[in-house]
């Protein structure tokens, strides 16, 4: 499933990004970050990074309709990245990123 995106309504709220974020995660390499976002139906969504997949850019891995599930998503993000999976699926636009293995 594809997420409808606005880009207008993303501008909007390009510089309010510590109102809306629910949890962030920095360290080393890994990226974990869940936020109400505006631009879908659906108001929050987490997102990773880490170089071992898509180049190390945002790939948006799970949405929820309210914010208990945001919270607790959040942290179920976090534990599966420190665990390197073998691959993640971007609910944003339906692809899957195989990890890339360092030499």
């Excluded at 510590?18 to 976002?37: I, N, P, Q």
């Excluded at 993640?88 to 692809?95: A, G, K, M, W, Y």
Aim: proline fraction near 5%.
């Amino acid at each position: 499933m594809t997420i409808p995106f606005n880009l207008t309504e993303t501008f909007k709220h390009v510089d309010d990004y510590e109102e809306r974020c629910v949890g962030r995660y920095k360290k080393g390499d890994l990226f974990v970050s869940t936020v109400r976002v505006y631009d879908t139906d659906i108001p929050y969504e987490t997102a990773v990074a880490h170089p071992d997949y898509n180049g190390g850019e945002i790939i948006v891995v799970e949405t929820y309709h309210d914010l208990p599930a945001a919270q607790k998503g959040y942290k179920k993000w976090i534990l599966r990245m420190k665990q390197k999976p073998t691959k993640l699926f971007s609910v944003q636009n339906d692809e899957t990123y195989i990890k890339k293995e360092r030499v």
